[in-house]
């Protein structure tokens, strides 16, 4: 789970950055807050919602977690630039790192990781273990010079003398724009693989125009999926009376280049599937490998005909924006519903194309689940019907406004105290609490 993330001098974040989710004293809902039962632990949100006006920088707080994870995993390669997406408006920033940092919940323990880029190389990192008395450090790596300079903490240190110099050949070994915890799960070291998998496996994203990849073999695989995806269908009135996956010939597939197929069967490995797009058709496809061969396939729905006498099959291109996105969402939904995994899933913009009605449907869905308490859900949104304190507790509603110099700064309902009585949708939309558009007179654009 998150405890806390912060960031600055990344895009329009120029000063730090703080997202939380420790709760307050609020004593509403409290089932949406995980309750620790380990004391190396601690109570946490298991939702958050953001608000803000159009370039507030909402996406902009979604795009530094992004960041950071893909540095993390994927890495970079020899040579190649870090491509930060500093603080532009003051010019001092171009001379100051970024710094994003971590705080994470895992397997009854709490980590601090974190890391500071300047100049397309890793300026600082470092991982703890924190405690309720004093973090122990794990690791710490410092430029100087030049050079990076690393200090190991205790756990290291009691290694054994083989382990300990293997530690250090491959700190050295770690090019200026690599991380030292992405370096060691490359070079087979698991001493963090359980931070490593929680940024891989745990935390997941989702932006305005991700796909949900597998979709259409979670369809045929597992039935209890389907059925939920087909009340949610049901439950949003889409006229969707069933969603299936349909094989098709890998000679009907239109605009995709052969020589992309003849590359997806050399690089797919057995079971393993790619999502791609017809260029001609718009159409979502997915190509998986079975016994060596390459299959296609597509998802489909069927609606019941006007006069109710048989069913007609739809493409899923054919269904309305609204319906691809409520159906590019419902896995994560499902997941955090049913999953005995910890999962964190920040979801930028989640009412885009949908009703207001259907935002609330999915935001509800989690928060009054206890299926898994340890699942979080954070998004950022424009759709006001969410800030309902029957709904929502007050810690778990944040707002981001840009001043006028362009900076980002993030803050919490919590700091206001509005009474429980209070009509927190109104007051937001007269700007007690900023984060709206202040916009002009329109009727000025005719003069």
Request: charged fraction near 30%; include cysteine.
């Amino acid at each position: 789970m998150l405890i806390r993330f912060s960031v600055s001098n990344f895009c329009s974040f120029k000063e730090e950055a703080e997202l939380s989710m420790i709760p307050s004293k609020e004593r509403s809902h409290k089932d949406q807050v995980y309750k620790t039962k380990s004391k190396n632990t601690s109570s946490l949100l298991r939702g958050a919602v953001v608000y803000g006006s159009n370039a507030s920088g909402k996406s902009n707080l979604v795009k530094a977690i992004s960041y950071a994870k893909n540095l993390i995993i994927r890495g970079k390669a020899p040579n190649k630039k870090l491509d930060l997406p500093h603080f532009k408006l003051d010019q001092s920033s171009s001379k100051s790192p970024t710094r994003f940092e971590f705080e994470i919940q895992c397997n009854n323990k709490m980590y601090a990781y974190g890391f500071e880029l300047f100049n397309s190389h890793v300026y600082e990192e470092w991982l703890y273990l924190v405690k309720s008395k004093e973090d122990q450090l794990i690791f710490e790596r410092k430029n100087e010079n030049s050079e990076d300079i690393y200090d190991f903490g205790e756990s290291l240190k009691k290694l054994s003398d083989e382990d300990f110099q293997l530690f250090n050949f491959v700190a050295k070994g770690t090019r200026p724009n690599q991380l030292f915890l992405s370096e060691t799960i490359d070079r087979n070291l698991d001493n963090f693989s359980e931070v490593y998998n929680w940024f891989d496996r745990t935390l997941k994203i989702i932006s305005p125009n991700s796909k949900a990849n597998g979709i259409e073999f979670k369809i045929s695989e597992d039935s209890t999926f389907k059925d939920y995806l087909t009340k949610v269908l049901d439950l949003a009135d889409t006229g969707i009376k069933e969603i299936r996956t349909e094989e098709i010939s890998l000679s009907n597939l239109g605009g995709i280049p052969p020589l992309l197929i003849e590359r997806l069967q050399e690089d797919l490995d057995e079971d393993e599937g790619a999502l791609i797009a017809d260029p001609d058709s718009g159409k979502r496809i997915v190509i998986r490998k079975l016994d060596g061969e390459l299959c296609a396939y597509k998802l489909s729905t069927s609606h019941r005909c006007s006069d109710d006498s048989h069913d007609i099959s739809f493409d899923l291109e054919e269904e309305s924006d609204g319906t691809r996105r409520l159906i590019e969402l419902t896995p994560a939904l499902y997941e955090m519903a049913h999953s005995n995994e910890s999962s964190v899933h920040i979801i930028d913009e989640i009412d885009r194309s949908l009703h207001p009605h259907l935002t609330r449907l999915l935001v509800r869905e989690h928060l009054e689940s206890e299926k898994n308490s340890q699942s979080q859900l954070i998004v950022t949104t424009h759709e006001t019907s969410l800030l309902d304190v029957s709904l929502i507790r007050r810690d778990e509603i944040w707002f981001i406004q840009k001043d006028e110099s362009g900076v980002s700064k993030l803050y919490s309902l919590n700091n206001f105290q509005p009474r429980y009585d209070k009509d927190i949708r109104k007051d937001y939309l007269l700007g007690r609490y900023g984060a709206i558009p202040f916009v002009g007179d329109f009727r000025r654009l005719n003069r």
